[in-house]
């Protein structure tokens, strides 16, 4: 057993109580990779910010937990290192799929776990969330639970159709399953294709797709029902029209890529929703500046010279995200 604490890790429970008292959210990002850790760490501290570094099943499949577990660790040394003197990084599961995911998680360092039981008929998740935080609370491990499903892809986790959250189910479930946190369906997506262009309007000028407003009646809703509960929304990226141009422009291939727009997050980042969840987008900007780097430097063979401008290509989204979106910034 290792505890998030002896790693300096911390859980979500004060700072979520922070940012929705505060009208701002925390960022979420998800990782797997050296570069993306480095980014994140670098973001958060160059603005001040709380962060969540966040890992899914397929991450730990392709990083290896253990890796993933000492890179947190090394990610509060790391913070420390650059200046900041008392670090608020979490490591959270992201979308964990059975109790024994999330129990292996909490046994090796995690501070927050998402027990994810959207698919499964409504006593059922109940059922599982409530063993999930019966077993976290008792190491201080803060539980995301989730009510309504979201479309899109994400690792592997897929579903073609959403369902919004029900407003009238959210008291019941989170007073009989205990979590800590609500994860909630309002038309967000996972993915880099969040909607059809059927779903879309065309921005008649530049010929982009416009996406659908968010269902912000259900989270007024929601809130009202549920006064300072922390909300958290899912497949949240929006994916940058310049990185999906530079992409396109240098060899790739994603039409029609479309996102949740920034000012709908923005104006969600200052309701309950105090966590935002943000993967899509790190991977594009990743995805761009390597690619525009084979194009220009097609001799570089050395990872570090096309791994550093796509590092540094992350660092900006991640700022511009907490500074610009989340108002997550000069909170520590
Ligand atoms: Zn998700």
């Known amino acids: 057993m290792t505890s998030y604490k002896e790693l300096g890790l911390v859980n979500t429970r004060e700072m979520f109580a922070k940012a929705v008292a505060g009208g701002y959210a925390i960022p979420a990002f998800n990782f797997n990779t050296l570069e993306q850790m480095q980014a ?4 958060a501290v160059e603005t001040k910010s709380p962060v969540i570094m966040q890992v899914s099943k397929g991450a730990r499949n392709y990083a290896n937990g253990t890796i993933l577990r000492y890179m947190a660790q090394g990610a509060v040394e790391y913070a ?27 046994d090796n360092g995690f501070s927050s776990v998402m027990i994810d039981g959207s698919a ?62 609500l994860a909630i369906s309002i038309g967000t997506s996972h993915g ?46 929006s994916v940058p029209q310049d990185e999906v141009d530079t992409i396109n422009a240098h060899g790739g291939k994603l039409p029609d890529a479309v996102g949740i727009p920034e000012e709908q997050l923005r104006e969600a980042s200052k309701s309950a929703v105090c966590k935002i969840n943000i993967d899509s987008d790190s991977r594009l900007a990743m995805t761009a500046a390597i690619r525009k780097h084979f194009d220009e430097k097609p001799g570089d063979f050395d990872p570090r010279q096309y791994l550093k401008p796509a590092r540094e290509n992350m660092k900006k989204m991640y700022m511009h995200k907490i500074i610009d979106v989340l108002g997550s910034n000069d909170k520590l």
Do not use: M
């Open 192 to 237: 880099a294709y969040k909607f059809t262009p059927e779903q879309c309007t065309r921005d008649p000028k530049t010929g982009k797709l416009v996406p659908p407003p968010l269902a912000f009646d259900i989270l007024h809703e929601i809130e009202k029902r549920l006064p300072g509960f922390p909300i958290v929304l899912h497949g949240s990226s």
């Open 80 to 106: 420390k290192e650059l200046g900041c003197e008392n670090p608020q990084i979490v490591l959270h599961l992201d979308h964990g799929d059975s109790f024994e995911l999330c129990k292996d998680c909490i």
């Open 40 to 43: 994140i760490v670098q973001a």
């Open 120 to 181: 499964l008929p409504y006593e059922e998740n109940i059922a599982l969330t409530k063993k999930v935080v019966e077993y976290a609370h008792k190491y201080d491990v803060t539980v995301e639970a989730e009510l309504g499903v979201l479309a899109g892809v994400e690792d592997e986790v897929a579903s073609e159709v959403s369902h919004y959250t029900k407003p009238e189910e959210v008291e019941d479930f989170s007073k009989r399953s205990g979590c800590d946190s």
